[in-house]
């Protein structure tokens, strides 16, 4: 079974930085498209970031130019790089092993257990 662990979720300041980590397991880390999304109370899930296999990036716009996803193959671990955090970044953080094709392939996605990030003075 995939598992999928957050971690580096906490409380922090506005315009304070946190790095979340996401350690893979039980899978081939390399090959699939991994992503983080977010789920503040009150609203639908939402997608962050995301990472293919070559290091091609997406952002959603409300966080470009200051989170930035990175993954490191040799650890089986995506980053999440988040600056300059508001109170409206505060929600759950989940990491997603995506849903799709690699060659004849196909895989079913998993997510994390998420971790908590709180942006409040």
């Known amino acids: 079974q995939v598992q999928l662990v957050e971690s580096g979720g906490g409380l922090v300041q506005p315009g304070g930085s946190l790095t979340l980590s996401c350690a893979a397991s039980r899978m081939m880390f390399s090959i699939h498209v991994m992503g983080w999304y977010r789920q503040a109370p009150g609203k639908q899930r939402e997608l962050v970031a995301s990472i293919t296999s070559s290091g091609t990036t997406n952002y959603a716009d409300s966080v470009k130019g200051r989170f930035a996803i990175t993954r490191d193959n040799a650890e089986n671990t995506v980053y999440l790089q988040m600056n300059n955090l508001k109170p409206e970044d505060t929600a759950v953080y989940y990491c997603?092993?995506?849903?799709?094709?690699?060659?004849?392939?196909?895989?079913?996605?998993?997510w994390g257990q998420g971790t908590q990030v709180t942006v409040s003075s």
């Open positions: 997603k092993r995506e849903r799709g094709w690699v060659g004849r392939t196909y895989y079913n996605d998993y």
